[in-house]
Structure formats: C-alpha cells, structure tokens
C-alpha cells in the first residue's frame, strides 16, 4: 500500500531545517554568487561603480609568476603537516591505547594545545622561537627563509597532533581485542599486525584525518599572518594569505577574488578525489 505524502509532516521536519539553510544562503551562497561577479570587474573596493574587464583576471592569473611561491610554500606546509600529524597522531594513539599508571594526564597533557587559539599558538611559539632557542644557542627558524616555513609546520604538528591522537584511539578501541589475539597465536608480528588488523580498521579514521588535515593546510592563514607576515621574502606566504594581500591591503578586489574562486575550485577538486580515493579503500578492506 501506498504511503499517503503528509505535507504537514514534511513542512515541519523541514522547519528545523530552514534556519541553517537561510544562515547558508546570505553567508556562503549569495557572497559566493557575489564574488563571482567580480572576478568580472577591476573592482577596487571603495569605488561604488563596477568597472568590468571580461575575462582579464582570469587570463592574468595564469601568467602571474607570483603565485608560484604561495602555491610552493602552501605545497610544503600541507604535504608536511598532513604526515606529521597523521602518522605522530596514531603513533600517540597507540602508545596510549593501554592501562598505565597516569595515562589520562598524558593523553591530557597532548590533547591541551588544541584549545588554544591559533593566535595565540602563533604568538607562544615566537617567543620560543626568538628567546629559548637563543638560549640554547640555536637561531629562529622565522628569520631564514630556508626554515621559516617548517617553523610554522612545527607550530601547527605541536596544536594539532592532540585531535588526530583522539581520533585514531578512538579507531584503535573498535578493533576486537580476539583478532589481535588471533593473529598474535599465528605467529604475526608487530609489522604484520599493524598492516593488516590495525590498518584496515582504521581506515574509517584515515579517511576523515588525512582530508581533514589537507583542507586545513590549503587554507592556513593565521600562522603566516601572525608569525611572520608572510615573510622573510614572502618564504611563508601561502595562497589564503596572497588572496588577503590582494583583497585588502592592495585593493585589488577583483583580482583577488579571482584567485579566490579558482583556488576554490582547485581545493574542492583535490579533496573530493583524495576523499574518494581513501572511501575507496575502506570500502575494499
């Protein structure tokens, strides 16, 4: 028997709904729409008229020689963090994952820095960086433009690698203490545990991590604009940070903007194939 469509029902469910989706709409999808409209234009914005230009932006990107060293220095700070944190983060996970006397101080002694504000992480290890490491006699990694983006990989590994310890002890749990057990009685050792029971019942956790710390390196701002203000010779400015350069300090709107939709579109392209790639192989596993 056919269900009757109750629309009073539907139109309920959907009240709950409607205030998130209004929030999205006059936040993402009307300034979105908005800024697609002046990668058309040399807006400078203050100017109240929209001078449009055609497809100029969108030709001078693709000769822009500048954006080579945010794309570089964006590159290095997610491919470097993205590791680090994932492969330190279930390191962590599994050091823990056991009963041992003051085990919960440690796992909140990691988990802390994740409650501290990004600023302030910023502002924490400069201080490290410029009066302990002189102390020590070691230099600022800041100051050399050779080290200055690994200095901020460090600032965020350190405020990052307490959530993704969490996530993965929390993967580590569901596996069933009888098939480590199993494979332990059939002569396995650590190695060949680890890549085949630990590895496969992670895989739900590996493909929320590994995406979780791609977005947030294509996107990372705040390290270089508190840190070092995209410096020495802009060694740490990433792509967030040249599109702020160019909305704001350089009133190049338009300009700006465009680099901002097409990087847009590259993140969203990258991370939906990453993404379906690792769905992939949880599904296989």
């Known amino acids: ?69 945010p794309i570089g220095n964006t590159i290095l700070f997610t491919a470097v963090t993205v590791v680090v944190i994932n492969v330190l983060g279930l390191t962590v996970a599994m050091a823990v994952n056991r009963e041992f006397k003051g085990v919960n101080i440690v796992k909140s002694i990691i988990f802390i820095p994740l409650v501290v504000s990004l600023v302030l992480v910023s502002q924490m290890w400069m201080y490290v960086y410029s009066d302990f490491f002189s102390m020590i006699g070691l230099k ?25 310890m969490m996530i993965y002890l929390a993967g580590l749990k569901s596996i ?39 977005a947030a390196g294509l996107r990372m701002y705040d390290y270089s604009f508190v840190a070092t203000s995209g410096g020495p010779q802009h060694s740490t400015e990433t792509m967030a940070y040249y599109i702020y350069s160019y909305l704001f300090p350089y009133n190049k709107v338009g300009y700006g903007q465009t680099v901002a939709i097409i990087y847009l579109v590259v993140c969203i392209v990258l991370s939906n194939m990453v993404t379906r790639q690792l769905r992939k192989r949880e599904i296989e596993q």
């Not at 990694?141 to 990989?153: A, E, V, W």
């Open 1 to 69: 028997m056919k269900k009757k469509f109750n629309w009073k029902k539907e139109l309920i469910d959907f009240s709950f709904l409607a205030p998130a989706l209004v929030l999205f709409l006059f936040i993402i999808i009307i300034p979105l729409v908005q800024g697609i409209k002046y990668t058309f234009t040399d807006w400078d914005g203050l100017m109240p008229n929209l001078n449009y230009v055609g497809f100029k932006n969108y030709i001078t990107v693709f000769h822009d020689a500048d954006l080579l060293q």
């Open 140 to 164: 600022s990694p800041l100051i050399d433009k050779k080290t200055s983006m690994l200095g901020l990989c460090m600032m965020s590994i350190w405020r990052e690698i307490g959530l993704a």
């Open 176 to 214: 069933p203490s009888d098939i480590n057990e199993a494979a332990i009685i059939d002569g396995a050792n650590f190695w060949q545990r680890f890549r085949n029971v630990t590895v496969p019942f992670l895989a739900p956790a590996l493909t929320y991590c590994i995406p979780l710390w791609l």
